[in-house]
C-alpha cells in the first residue's frame, strides 16, 4: 500500500508501536532473503555512502527508509567489515530530524582526518509550501565509534544558475586541502557537477563548475565521484535522462564513468573520453568508491534502482548492495573485479567438463540457490552457447553468447516473478572472445546474480526473483559446438 507524505516523511520515534516490528517479522519471512549481499533488515536501502576505512576496519553506510518500502525519510544505517566479506550491523549511523536535514539525511562520503571519520552528506529540508532546500551538512565519527552532527552546515547555499537539486557530496584529499564534487542540475534542467574547495572540511569555497564535454547529458547527474588511477582520472557519475541508444542506457537511470587525464584544479577543465556504463545488467545505480589500506580502488553499488516496484516491497523492504569489487585500468577502459577478499567464503568446490555439439545438458552435479560459478567457455562453431541457472520447471535465467552478434546477453525473461517489464527482459554487450574463449564469473544469491565477463572487462548485475524449487544449471551449444570447464563453489 502507497504511503501519503505525512507517512514518508515520519521518524523512527514516530511509528506505530510495534510498526517496525511487524515490517522486520514480514522481511525475515521472504523467501528471497539474501544470504551474502548487504540488504535492509526491513524497509528500503538504497545508495551506498561514507564507504570508507577507518580504524582498522571498512565502514560502509546506505540509505535507509525504515518504515516501508517507498522513498521516504532517509537515515543513514551503519555497517563494518574488516574483511570486505563479513559486515556486522551497528544501527543508525546519521539521523535526520535536525532543522537542516528536517526530511532526510541524503547521500554523501567520508574521509579521515585527525583520527576522526568525517561525514559529509545533503540535509534534505522542506518548507511548508514542500520546496526543497538542501544543505551540505557534516557528521563526525569518533575512534570510540560515536557519530556526532555539526550545528550547522558547511555549505548552506545554492550557488546562481543552479537548481534546488543539489546533492551528494564526495570529498578527497590533496596536497593543499580538500576537494568535492557536488551532483546538481542547472537552471535550464540540465545536469552537472560543480567543485567546492576546503583547507580544513568545515569552510568551503565554491570553485565552479567542473568542465566536461557532455553541456546536454540528462536532466540530473547523481552521486558523482573523483579519483585517480595509474596516472589517469575517472570520474563517476549517475545521469538521469539519458535517451535509450542501441544496447547503451535501457534501465529508467544510468551509471557510469567518464576517464581522461587529471582533474586541471585551478579551471576545473577535465580532458575526457567518452561516457561509458559501469554495468551492463538491469539493477545497478548510485556507486561509490573508496581506496583500500593496500591502495586498491574499491566500488560497491545499489543493486537496484529508483521509481522501479520490486516483488520483495510487498515483503516489507526492498534492495540490497552489489558486491565489493577491485578497479584497475586496461588499455584505457576500466576493469572491474570481486574483490580478492570474497575467495574466503568459498566452501565445497566442484567441477565439470562438457563437449557439447547443438544440444542442452542438465548439470546434475552443480546448482542450488546460492553460489560462486566459474566457467571456461571455448567456442568451436556454435552460433550460441552459454548457461541456464535457477532453471525450475518454468523458469530459467541465461547469460549466453550470440556469435553473429558478438554479443553476451543476460536474459531474465523466465527468471521467476518479472519486474520493470516495460524496460525490456533482456540486457547485452558487445564483446569479443579471447582465442575463442568466454570466461563467465558468476555470483548467484537467493534473488540477484553478479557477472562479472572475461576478467571484469564487463558486469552484468540483476535481481532475480524465482521460486526456491529452481535449483538447476543447464549448459547449451546451439547450432554448433562449444567446451565448457565449470567450477562451482558453495558459499558459506
Same mark, same amino acid.
Given at each position: ?21 511487524? #515490517?522486520?517479522? =514480514? ?5 528471497? +532473503?539474501?544470504?551474502? /549481499? ?6 528500503? =536501502? ?12 571498512? /565502514? ?21 567489515? &574488516? ?12 539521523? !535526520? ?17 585527525? @583520527? ?39 555549505? &548552506?547555499?545554492?550557488? !546562481?544558475? $543552479? ?5 551528494? !557530496? ?20 540540465? *545536469?552537472?557537477?560543480?567543485?567546492? &574547495? ?11 563548475? =567542473? ?14 565521484? $573523483? ?22 542506457? +535501457? ?38 568508491? %573508496? ?24 515483503? *516489507? ?11 584497475? #585500468?586496461?588499455?584505457? %577502459? ?18 565439470? /567438463? ?12 552443480? @546448482? *542450488? ?49 518479472? =519486474?520493470?517489464?516495460? $524496460?525490456?527482459?533482456? +540486457? ?65
Amino acid at each position: 500500500m502507497k504511503m501519503g507524505r505525512e507517512q514518508l516523511y515520519r521518524l523512527i520515534e514516530q511509528a506505530e508501536p510495534g510498526e517496525q516490528e511487524a #515490517l522486520e517479522r =514480514l522481511a525475515a519471512r521472504c523467501p528471497w +532473503r539474501q544470504k551474502f /549481499h548487504i540488504q535492509p533488515e526491513a524497509g528500503l =536501502l538504497n545508495d551506498p555512502n561514507g564507504f570508507s576505512f577507518y580504524e582498522g576496519e571498512y /565502514h560502509l553506510f546506505y540509505q535507509w527508509f525504515p518504515l516501508g518500502t517507498q522513498h521516504g525519510m532517509k537515515y543513514w544505517y551503519h555497517t563494518s567489515s &574488516s574483511d570486505l566479506v563479513h559486515w556486522k550491523n551497528l544501527g543508525i549511523g546519521i539521523a !535526520p530530524g535536525g532543522y537542516y536535514d528536517s526530511h532526510g539525511a541524503f547521500s554523501g562520503s567520508a574521509i579521515e582526518k585527525d @583520527g576522526k571519520l568525517f561525514m559529509m552528506y545533503t540535509g534534505n529540508s522542506r518548507t511548508e509550501e514542500w520546496i526543497r532546500i538542501p544543505y551540505q551538512c557534516m557528521a563526525v565519527m569518533e575512534q570510540d565509534g560515536k557519530i556526532s552532527k555539526l550545528g550547522h552546515p558547511v555549505i &548552506s547555499d545554492v550557488p !546562481p544558475g $543552479y537548481t534546488e537539486h543539489f546533492r551528494d !557530496p564526495k570529498v578527497w584529499r590533496v596536497q593543499e586541502g580538500y576537494y568535492c564534487v557536488i551532483g546538481a542540475q542547472r537552471n535550464d534542467h540540465t *545536469g552537472c557537477v560543480v567543485l567546492y &574547495s576546503s583547507p580544513d572540511l568545515r569552510n568551503w569555497r565554491f570553485e565552479g563548475e =567542473l568542465g566536461t564535454r557532455l553541456k546536454q547529458f540528462g536532466y540530473m547527474w547523481e552521486c558523482p565521484d $573523483y579519483f585517480e588511477l595509474d596516472g589517469a582520472a575517472v570520474f563517476l557519475f549517475s545521469p538521469q535522462g539519458l535517451q535509450p541508444k542501441g544496447d547503451s542506457f +535501457r534501465n529508467i537511470y544510468q551509471s557510469g564513468y567518464l576517464m581522461g587525464e587529471p582533474l586541471h584544479l585551478p579551471n576545473r577543465e577535465f580532458d575526457h573520453g567518452e561516457f561509458r556504463e559501469l554495468d551492463f545488467g538491469f539493477d545497478f545505480y548510485a556507486p561509490q568508491t %573508496t581506496q583500500a589500506p593496500d591502495g586498491r580502488r574499491l566500488l560497491v553499488g545499489w543493486m537496484g534502482l529508483p521509481e522501479i516496484d520490486y516483488p520483495t516491497d510487498q515483503h *516489507g523492504w526492498a534492495h540490497c548492495l552489489t558486491l565489493p569489487r577491485e578497479l584497475t #585500468l586496461n588499455n584505457g %577502459t576500466l576493469i572491474q573485479r570481486p574483490a580478492r577478499e570474497l575467495a574466503a567464503q568459498r566452501g565445497r568446490m566442484t567441477e565439470a /567438463h562438457e563437449i557439447m555439439d547443438s544440444e542442452a545438458a542438465d548439470m546434475q552435479e552443480l @546448482g *542450488g540457490t546460492v553460489y560462486e560459478l566459474l566457467a571456461h567457455i571455448r567456442e568451436d562453431g556454435a552460433e550460441r552457447f552459454g548457461i541456464e541457472f535457477r532453471v525450475g520447471p518454468s523458469e530459467k535465467t541465461m547469460i549466453y553468447y550470440d556469435s553473429a552478434e558478438g554479443k553476451v546477453v543476460l536474459d531474465r525473461s523466465e527468471s521467476g516473478q518479472g =519486474l520493470a517489464l516495460e $524496460y525490456g527482459t533482456q +540486457r547485452s554487450r558487445m564483446i569479443a572472445l579471447r582465442d575463442g574463449m568466454l570466461t563467465l564469473h558468476m555470483f548467484v544469491d537467493t534473488s540477484s546474480v553478479e557477472v562479472f565477463v572475461n576478467d571484469g572487462e564487463a558486469v552484468f548485475s540483476a535481481r532475480i526473483f524465482p521460486e526456491q524449487v529452481s535449483t538447476g544449471i543447464r549448459l547449451f551449444a546451439e547450432g554448433g559446438g562449444a567446451e565448457f570447464q565449470v567450477v562451482q563453489w558453495e558459499i558459506e
